[in-house]
């Protein structure tokens, strides 16, 4: 009996809405990053401490990912999306009444990372549930894929709707708006039971694993360990290029290239658009080529990531063309490996517990993504400019390609 057979069509539209659950989630994080410079006039701060912004969501991210994961496991995909997109769309509706005050906004920020780490949660169980084993690298990569869409959006249409409204309170109010739409398409979507024919094959598909094992048996095995080390190296490569560079891009010199606003936009959804084909071909290369190795993927990611130093080098960053063609390699490397690590994820652990796992291995990952951040942030304010930051990113790239050496899939556990 074929793929199609045996599992329906239905899982398409459930895809469908977790992909614009992550897009709109990831739109309205992304969506300070090109404006950055103006969010901070407006709150008249500097920009190591506008950074914090951007820092605190993915703070929230971590700590809520974790979490985010039993609300998963235990209540299902609709309230983990619906929690999660309350958390991203209700403060973007304050903003334009609390915009004036910083300790606010830093609140809205937090409460907005939480959004991520309730849907993310989501997306091993959708793989697990509702996709054959073989569909993993593909369902994975379109739903990783959102991130970049979301991302891609954020940094067009923020600098574009802050030129129309001269407001960065209303740019952040109207980029919300399509996060209603995507509650509105969780509830409809994901309310239906997945076939039983998916839940046998996902136990059956992890045949080294036990289908009885606990949340805390899987993390007595050493491989969830590493695993949470290689995302936390993923993470601080991702928030790094996206949260810092663009800021580099468009910050005055000497502290950046002085591109203003808008050619930063510009250029940073061209590396956002280019993740989104990354991800895609990242999860066909899961299925087709590596066969379910997701080592091979993730050290070709983190190798293509650290190359974003180059971008600091006076010969690429004094030609917009070399420039653009910089950022479009270096955009390819996080998120190829994406669909690769989420299918590891859902293809290693039981159904019942593979909701917390993603959201322990991201959860505790993205803390990776907040250090970068934070540091990031603490080397802009002391040196007045982003060598450092950016250069971290090839640090923590270089580290992931060490770890990810030691990526195979076995769940032995621990001796007690």
Same mark, same amino acid.
């Given at each position: ?35 950055? $410079? ?23 991210? =971590?700590? *809520? ?5 039993? *609300? ?32 606010? *906004? ?32 593909? =369902? ?25 409204? $001269? ?63 290689? *995302? ?185």
């Amino acid at each position: 009996m074929g793929i199609v057979e045996k599992h329906s069509s239905y899982r398409w539209l459930v895809l469908l809405a977790g992909c614009l659950a992550i897009c709109t989630i990831y739109m309205d994080m992304i969506a300070y990053a090109p404006i950055l $410079g103006e969010i901070a006039k407006k709150l008249n701060i500097e920009m190591g401490a506008a950074t914090n912004l951007m820092m605190g969501f993915v703070l929230s991210v =971590a700590c *809520v990912l974790i979490w985010g994961g039993v *609300v998963c496991d235990k209540f299902g995909i609709t309230t983990a999306l619906v929690l999660g997109l309350l958390c991203s769309t209700l403060p973007t509706a304050i903003i334009p009444w609390i915009g004036g005050n910083y300790v606010a *906004v830093m609140m809205a920020r937090l409460v907005q990372g939480a959004s991520v780490g309730f849907v993310f949660a989501t997306i091993g169980p959708i793989l697990a549930l509702w996709f054959h084993p073989r569909e993993h690298g593909m =369902a994975s990569g379109l739903l990783i894929g959102s991130i970049s869409l979301g991302c891609a959006i954020g940094v067009f249409a923020s600098p574009a709707v802050l030129g129309m409204t $001269g407001s960065w309170e209303k740019t952040i109010f109207t980029l919300g708006i399509p996060g209603w739409a995507a509650i509105l398409l969780a509830i409809i979507a994901t309310r239906k039971n997945p076939p039983q024919i998916s839940a046998e094959e996902a136990i059956a598909s992890s045949d080294k694993t036990p289908a009885s094992m606990s949340f805390m048996g899987a993390l007595a095995c050493p491989i969830t360990w590493l695993g949470s080390l290689i *995302v936390f190296c993923n993470a601080w490569a991702m928030y790094g290029l996206y949260n810092l560079v663009p800021p580099y891009l468009a910050a005055d010199a000497p502290m950046g290239l002085g591109l203003g606003a808008a050619m930063s936009g510009k250029l940073s959804i061209a590396v956002t658009i280019i993740g989104l084909f990354a991800t895609i071909f990242g999860g066909l290369f899961f299925d087709k080529v590596a066969k379910g190795n997701s080592r091979l993927a993730a050290i070709i990611g983190f190798l293509i990531s650290a190359c974003v130093i180059v971008i600091l080098l006076p010969a690429v960053s004094k030609s917009i063309t070399v420039l653009a063609l910089c950022l479009l390699v270096v955009g390819w490397g996080i998120p190829f490996m994406g669909p690769s690590i989420s299918a590891f994820i859902a293809m290693n652990y039981p159904p019942s517990i593979v909701g917390r796992m993603i959201g322990w291995w991201f959860g505790f990952g993205t803390f990776g993504g907040a250090a970068g951040l934070y540091l990031g942030g603490m080397s802009i304010s002391k040196s007045g400019n982003f060598y450092l930051a950016i250069g971290m990113i090839s640090i923590a790239s270089m580290i992931g390609v060490l770890l990810s050496l030691f990526l195979k899939r076995t769940l032995k556990p621990t001796a007690a």
